[in-house]
Structures are given as C-alpha cells and as structure tokens.
Nanobody
C-alpha cells in the first residue's frame, strides 16, 4: 500500500493550495481517508476525513468552511482544498487510510500513512 501526498508549497496568507493523495496497492472503497498535520514543536492533529464510499466528511473546527476534502474514485486520489490560509496552517500535511467506523479524527484509526507534504503560509 502506498499513499503519495503532493501539492504543498509556499503561499501568502489568504491564498489557496490543493493537496493530493494518490492511493495504490489495494481497494480503498471500504476505507476512510484522512488528512492530518503537524507543525514544528506540536503534536500531529486531525484536519479532515472522508469515507471513500459514501462521501461523509468530517472537519476540525479550525478548518471548517476553509478546507474541503474530496475523492476522485476513478483516479484513486483524495484531495484537500485549502482556502483562506493563515500562518497558523503552516505544517507538514499527511494523508492516511484506515478501516474505521468512527469519525476518522484519531490517528489510531489509520493503518497507512503517506510521507507528508509541507505547507508554508507567510504573513
């Protein structure tokens, strides 16, 4: 199983980025896909999750109405659209896959992790 995250970069406050997570190696339809982030010196935190089949999504309060998670089943890819970014969003963003019946907001719900992509927001 491989999760390949990409799309990070340097952006000014108020800007946007779209992160991608290409999944391969198994059938992911029963899985929940999640995005987490980790800023320097901080714990890894939940950002958003979505059920691959069914599309129910869940967001951290800090990103609601700014970030959108979505899937492209044909391309086996999960996206995270980041809008109205602030310096507080600066972190390494990780995608993850797990078979869970929960909300997908806990790290322990995930079995597979991607390598992370850096998002840096300048003020």
């Amino acid at each position: 199983v491989q999760l390949q995250a990409s799309g990070g970069g340097l952006v000014q406050a108020g800007g946007s980025l779209r992160l991608s997570c290409a999944a391969s190696g198994r059938t992911f339809s029963p899985y929940t896909m999640g995005w987490f982030r980790q800023a320097p010196g901080k714990e890894r935190e939940f950002v958003a999750s979505i059920r691959w089949s069914g599309g129910r999504s869940n967001y951290a309060e800090s990103v609601k109405n700014r970030f959108t998670i979505s899937t492209n089943n044909a391309e086996n890819t999960v996206y995270l659209q980041l809008n109205n970014l602030s310096p507080e969003d600066t972190a390494v963003y990780y995608c993850a896959a797990g078979r869970t019946y929960g909300l997908g907001d806990l790290s322990r719900e995930y079995d597979y992790w991607g390598q992370g992509t850096q998002v840096t927001v300048s003020s």
